[in-house]
């Protein structure tokens, strides 16, 4: 029978990561330990790209504990700082785990010896992350003292608030040993009981993709509500080369070396992240080995799909040459895969973008992955909904871009109340946005700590499936859920379309937001990135094409020293900014064309920053420290990235 923990003995030092840089460095390195202080300011926001940077997740092992925290704002923690401090706990602020779903951060504070991560709030994908691998995690400041009388604490102090699955992982130590005693009939999970009552968009999908009977393989139930816990049926499961083998090694460490993948038909890989990272990688990464351990992943990924005979979207050649990835996975997962009424996940927080769709798509973990290659299912605990009503039109100039950075600068999501809450989309203004655009706003919710984001699949999304994908839209009837009119939310946003203004994100937190205006005309930039999964669709393609029009016509040209680089979100993208005479026109302006990866958005390709001093005005998603190079990184709309490069500063259209 597998033991399930019922006391936690926290043994090492406590690391508070205070703003206070001199007492942060004097507890890694001077080793002098420090008094509970409940005045103390610690440092919020810490994003899993700080935890782990993007090249230390060219490692799944333990060497990850050696660069546990190296990227931390200020550059103050050393490799092997964290393991040497033998740090039990660590101890931070508001919003802990913001940003990618990457596992190797949580998996390199376990590996360095810490055993409790104490925040003011943590966020979802990180803290379900930290629970599948059995680092626990906690808000309850009050358990310091606790712990620094040596005491044991009883597990269910780390269960609170936790839903009966949640809890029980916890209580065997992780996600494996969880499963291990289910499949063994010693735990099960909670029927949920839940009466039929007015539904929220993803309430219904996640209620007709409930585990019915799991030996029977029905799905399906009458109702669920905020709370329930429960395992969901996954129609589409994928991953990429950045995390694909460390949830391989997880996959043969929980079930064995010859362990098959269940309905591979249904599980995709995409070599998308790292394509071009050796145009960018520095010589002193090189010396470290780490070209090498890079492209190891593309490998290892490679041979794990073809054993377990998985569809792998990998790098293509446009006469002879090189030409970047098929495409973007979240890209590609709307051009080719997902569709309304699905579950989909995928090891990347950005799977929220299927959302567009009239799916519920969430990112997931290395372990989650590796459990769902198995059991085909995943958990969920029920999240709770906000609305956004959108009403109006907006204004030219005015983009999806905006409006999520407007969003996100409300007071809701910047306290941390977004965690965990789906970003439902609706209303007429919905309506008068493309696909494109809605797809910015899907994609960017998980900038919130959102579980997800959604519309509603209407007219406009089956003409798109027709037209673009060939799908009959009859085939599809049963599967195009609409909320229930009287559902209930946990907040609602109206919103008239027409009041947004060009907005930017200030550098450190796509939250930062701030209309345009009051950013200032004296911000000179160095890098314009117009790319990645939100920036690189058609229609953003459109909108940079509008601009360098309007440049080149009034005899503008990119200043001295400012370069200004576009790259496609998929081959298809490509294909139709040639069809568009998008190409000619950008790289008659000068602009930087980058054929299809993730790049500069992970620090991973062209576009990124290689000096502190330097500043990138950015259509990226995310602009957490580190994120694209050690510069400061604002984020805007494709009008004012573009805009900005030729004006040398940060600007809009109108300026030209």
């Known amino acids: 029978m597998t033991a399930k923990r019922q006391n936690v003995q926290i043994d090492g030092r406590i690391l508070y990561l205070t703003e206070d840089e001199d007492l942060l460095k004097k507890q890694l390195y001077g080793y002098e330990d420090l008094a509970h202080d409940p005045d103390r300011k610690l440092i919020d926001n810490i994003s899993t790209d700080e935890l782990t940077p993007g090249w230390v997740c060219y490692y799944y092992d333990e060497t990850l504990a050696r660069y546990c925290l190296v990227g931390l704002r200020g550059g103050h923690v050393k490799p092997d700082a964290i393991l040497n401090g033998k740090f039990g706990v660590i101890v931070s602020g508001v919003s802990k785990g913001c940003g990618s779903s990457r596992e190797t951060a949580p998996f390199s504070e376990l590996k360095a010896g810490v055993q409790l991560v104490i925040a003011k709030n943590i966020e979802k994908i990180y803290g379900q992350n930290c629970q599948n691998i059995g680092l626990l995690t906690s808000t309850d400041f009050g358990l310091i003292e606790r712990i620094e009388r040596g005491e044991e604490i009883p597990i269910a102090e780390f269960t609170k608030g936790l839903d009966p699955i949640a809890t029980s992982i916890v209580e065997h130590g992780g996600l494996f040993a969880y499963n291990e005693a289910r499949l063994a009939g010693e735990v099960s999970p909670p029927q949920v009981a839940t009466a039929a009552r007015p539904m929220t968009l993803s309430e219904k999908i996640i209620a007709d993709?409930?585990?019915?009977?799991?030996?029977?393989?029905?799905?399906?139930?009458?109702?669920?509500?905020?709370?329930?816990?429960?395992?969901?049926?996954?129609?589409?499961?994928?991953?990429?080369?950045?995390?694909?083998p460390m949830a391989e090694a997880l996959f043969k460490m929980g079930l064995g070396?010859?362990?098959?993948?269940?309905?591979?038909?249904?599980?995709?890989?995409?070599?998308?992240?790292?394509?071009f990272l050796d145009r960018v990688m520095p010589e002193a990464h090189v010396k470290m080995g780490l070209k090498e351990q890079a492209a190891s992943l593309a490998t290892v990924q490679q041979s794990f799909t073809e054993r377990q005979g998985i569809r792998l979207y990998g790098e293509v050649e446009r006469d002879g040459q090189q030409a970047g990835s098929e495409g973007i996975c979240h890209n590609i997962v709307i051009e080719e895969l997902a569709l309304p009424g699905q579950l989909v996940i995928g090891t990347d927080s950005h799977t929220c973008m299927a959302g567009v769709l009239g799916c519920f798509a969430f990112g997931v973990g290395s372990t989650d992955m590796a459990n769902s290659w198995f059991t085909k299912d995943v958990r969920v605990r029920v999240p709770e909904s906000a609305r956004v009503n959108l009403t109006g039109a907006l204004k030219p100039g005015v983009s999806a871009k905006d409006l999520m950075l407007h969003l996100l600068s409300q007071p809701f999501f910047k306290s941390g109340d977004g965690i965990g809450k789906v970003l439902e989309f609706g209303g007429e203004g919905l309506s008068s946005m493309g696909i494109d655009e809605r797809a910015t706003l899907t994609n960017m919710a998980v900038e919130a700590g959102g579980f997800?984001?959604?519309?509603?699949?209407?007219?406009?999304?089956?003409?798109?499936?027709?037209?673009?994908?060939?799908?009959?839209?009859?085939?599809?009837?049963g599967r195009l859920f609409r909320a229930d009119p009287d559902a209930s939310y946990c907040h609602v946003f109206d919103i008239d379309l027409a009041t947004i203004e060009p907005t930017v994100a200030t550098p450190g937190d796509p939250r930062n937001g701030i209309p345009l205006r009051e950013a200032g005309r004296d911000v000179k930039i160095d890098i314009a990135y117009g790319g990645s999964c939100t920036g690189g669709k058609k229609a953003d393609m459109d909108m940079y094409a509008e601009v360098v029009r309007k440049a080149v016509d009034a005899g503008h040209s990119l200043p001295d020293g400012v370069r200004c680089y576009i790259q496609f979100g998929s081959q298809k993208i490509r294909d139709y900014a040639e069809t568009m005479g998008y190409v000619q026109l950008f790289e008659q302006a000068g602009v930087e064309l980058i054929d299809p990866s993730c790049g500069a958005c992970i620090k991973a390709?062209?576009?990124?920053?290689?000096?502190?001093?330097?500043?990138?005005?950015?259509?990226?998603?995310?602009?957490?420290?580190?994120?694209?190079?050690?510069?400061?990184?604002?984020?805007?709309?494709?009008?004012?990235?573009?805009?900005?490069?030729?004006?040398?500063?940060?600007?809009?259209?109108?300026?030209?």
């Open 605 to 656: 390709g062209p576009g990124v920053s290689d000096r502190p001093d330097q500043v990138t005005v950015s259509a990226i998603n995310r602009n957490f420290p580190g994120r694209s190079g050690p510069g400061q990184v604002y984020l805007a709309s494709p009008y004012v990235v573009v805009a900005s490069a030729f004006l040398g500063r940060l600007g809009s259209p109108e300026e030209l």
């Open 452 to 477: 997800t984001g959604i519309c509603e699949a209407d007219q406009a999304i089956l003409d798109y499936l027709r037209d673009q994908r060939g799908v009959d839209p009859q085939s599809l009837e």
């Open 257 to 275: 070396e010859d362990a098959r993948v269940q309905d591979p038909s249904s599980v995709f890989a995409f070599r998308d992240h790292l394509t």
């Open 209 to 244: 993709r409930a585990i019915a009977d799991a030996k029977a393989g029905t799905t399906g139930i009458p109702a669920v509500q905020p709370g329930d816990a429960l395992f969901v049926r996954t129609d589409v499961r994928f991953s990429h080369e950045y995390v694909t």
